[in-house]
């Protein structure tokens, strides 16, 4: 039995990146020595085991044989004469395909190291073409490692775009592309996952509603940069530059969908995109099983977005539809991340990355005027039922009001 460590562990070692857990395979074992080894058999359909003491992954050295379309296609052969290089020969990118013994000696069959050297996220072998989640997994790296100089080899692309054309991508059940989706949103610069999806044709086929947007355009006084497609993946890099919450990119991402529905006479103008994108929201949620509290903040961001760049504008009843749509009067936790999106989508432009944006503060006095006026006051005066929520809602817009007016004396009334 010989024991390595593989995988991300030891590509983030030698590209100086933070270390993930590790991962072990090990070669030349049955599931039946590490059980008696002590280790716990989590893996059904390969043999992967915890270790009794650190609870890392350790999985059976393996080969695979595609035996039907997409990811499930496998059948799967892991006993003890499948060697290191065997085991992997059959992963996605040669800087995915390095292992290092106990004392630390690196293991390169596949070129790895040079990769690395040279900045190229290349495949192993052709069994590369058998996994469409590998595209995803491809473009996630570039997601990451793009701000580092790394570029898809031109193989690879050729490869995965002849992925594309036969099918195979088609095969992507809805988990893995949220999967990685969610990955992808929480790496520096996101927008490079879209941007290798493209290149290969699969955007159009996963992600057609952002496909679309690429070639629409925008006024250029208020979008400098035009091109609806790309003014998507700066909101969406400036709202991971903004915030670590996925959620918040999600809702970047998204925010601007109905935008590739407008009739082409009507460009650049697009009036009423904002309900077009809530709808196009709720049909790719549906489709890619996305979570619900994801699908509400980008429908609210989708919806309201406009609302929160006009905040100067807005008079108090305005600010408290928003803020009731938001629920954030119950629950204070949805504010901010809407903000964010809505700051992320104003910066999101040409020359506008490190604008001010003072409507963010707005609704937070806003907020602030209208959590201070509570309920309990006006019952203890002998208001109830509907005449207590008229009540308050308008005295809830008189602070709005009176708040900004004070704070903001400035605002466009």
Same mark, same amino acid.
């Given at each position: 039995m010989k024991i390595y460590k593989v995988g991300g562990v030891v590509r983030d070692r030698l590209l100086g990146l933070p270390h993930q857990d590790s991962d072990w395979v090990v070669v030349g074992a049955t599931?039946?020595?590490?059980?008696? /080894?002590?280790?716990?058999?989590?893996?059904?359909? @390969?043999?992967?085991?915890?270790?009794?003491?650190?609870?890392?992954?350790?999985?059976?050295a393996r080969t695979e044989r595609k035996t039907a379309p997409g990811y499930r296609g496998f059948s799967v052969h892991a006993t003890a004469d499948v060697t290191l290089e065997d085991d992997l020969r059959r992963r996605d990118l040669t800087i995915n395909a390095m292992a290092e013994t106990p004392s630390g000696h690196l293991v390169d069959p596949f070129g790895g190291l040079s990769d690395i050297e040279n900045k190229c996220l290349r495949h192993v072998s052709p069994a590369f073409a058998e996994d469409p989640v590998r595209i995803l997994r491809v473009a996630r790296f570039a997601a990451r490692l793009r701000p580092l100089g790394f570029q898809v080899a031109e193989e690879t692309m050729?490869?995965?775009?002849?992925?594309?054309?036969?099918?195979?991508?088609?095969?992507?059940?809805?988990?893995?592309?949220? =999967?990685?989706?969610?990955?992808?949103?929480?790496?520096?610069?996101?927008?490079?996952? @879209?941007?290798? /999806?493209?290149q290969c044709g699969a955007l159009a086929r996963i992600f057609p509603e952002v496909d679309r947007l690429f070639g629409v355009p925008q006024r250029r006084e208020h979008h400098p940069e035009v091109d609806t497609g790309v003014h998507t993946m700066l909101v969406l890099d400036r709202a991971a530059a903004l915030s670590s919450d996925t959620g918040v990119s999600f809702a970047a991402l998204v925010h601007d969908l109905g935008k590739g529905t407008t009739p082409q006479h009507e460009w650049p103008r697009h009036v009423d995109h904002e309900e077009r994108s809530v709808e196009l929201i709720n049909a790719l949620c549906e489709r890619l099983r996305v979570p619900n509290a994801y699908r509400k903040l980008a429908t609210l961001v989708a919806r309201y977005h406009s609302h929160c760049h006009r905040a100067a504008e807005l008079r108090g009843g305005t600010y408290l539809k928003v803020l009731k749509a938001l629920d954030a009067l119950r629950r204070p936790?949805?504010?901010?991340? @809407?903000?964010l999106a809505c700051q992320a989508d104003s910066q999101g432009r040409l020359g506008c990355e490190q604008r001010p944006y003072p409507q963010a503060q707005m609704f937070r006095d806003a907020y602030e005027a209208a959590r201070q006026t509570d309920?309990?006051? /006006?019952?203890?005066?002998?208001f109830s039922g509907?005449?207590?929520?008229?009540?308050? =809602?308008?005295?809830?817009?008189? =602070?709005?009001?009176?708040?900004?007016?004070?704070?903001?004396?400035?605002?466009?009334?």
């Open positions: 599931p039946e020595q590490m059980r008696q /080894l002590g280790f716990k058999q989590v893996g059904k359909d @390969f043999p992967v085991f915890l270790h009794p003491e650190t609870h890392e992954e350790y999985a059976l050729v490869v995965m775009h002849d992925m594309v054309q036969s099918g195979e991508v088609d095969a992507l059940v809805p988990e893995r592309i949220w =999967a990685e989706l969610v990955r992808a949103l929480s790496e520096r610069k996101p927008s490079h996952f @879209f941007d290798v /999806l493209r936790e949805t504010l901010e991340p @809407f903000l309920a309990q006051s /006006l019952m203890d005066k002998g509907a005449s207590l929520g008229k009540e308050l =809602a308008q005295r809830r817009i008189e =602070a709005i009001n009176r708040v900004l007016a004070e704070k903001w004396p400035d605002r466009q009334q």
